[in-house]
């Protein structure tokens, strides 16, 4: 492997990228079928959005202990 660097933020972008589409479509859906709780449903959807994006970050903190550390 000769950047390690770049696979690792190829493959810890990949999964967070993947999770937020689903939040965001599941969150749509709750929303059309319930607009009533819309504000509750938006909430949780921008904190597990949050949480998806951390991991993403991870990964660019890893790959850049990997590029100037290792």
Same mark, same amino acid.
Not at 1 to 20: L, V
């Given at each position: 492997?000769?950047?390690?660097?770049?696979?690792?933020?190829?493959?810890?972008? /990949?999964?967070?990228?993947?999770? $937020?589409? =689903?939040?965001? +479509?599941? #969150?749509?859906?709750?929303? @059309?079928?319930?607009?009533?709780?819309?504000?509750? /449903?938006?909430?949780?959807?921008? $904190?597990? =959005?949050?949480? +998806?994006? #951390?991991?993403?970050?991870? @990964?660019?903190?890893?790959?850049?202990?990997?590029?100037?550390?290792?």
């Amino acid at each position: 492997m000769q950047n390690p660097t770049a696979f690792t933020m190829a493959i810890g972008s /990949i999964g967070p990228s993947i999770a $937020i589409g =689903i939040i965001g +479509a599941a #969150a749509l859906f709750g929303m @059309a079928r319930n607009p009533e709780n819309s504000d509750k /449903i938006q909430l949780a959807m921008i $904190i597990a =959005i949050a949480f +998806a994006e #951390a991991i993403s970050i991870y @990964a660019l903190i890893v790959a850049l202990i990997l590029k100037f550390v290792a």
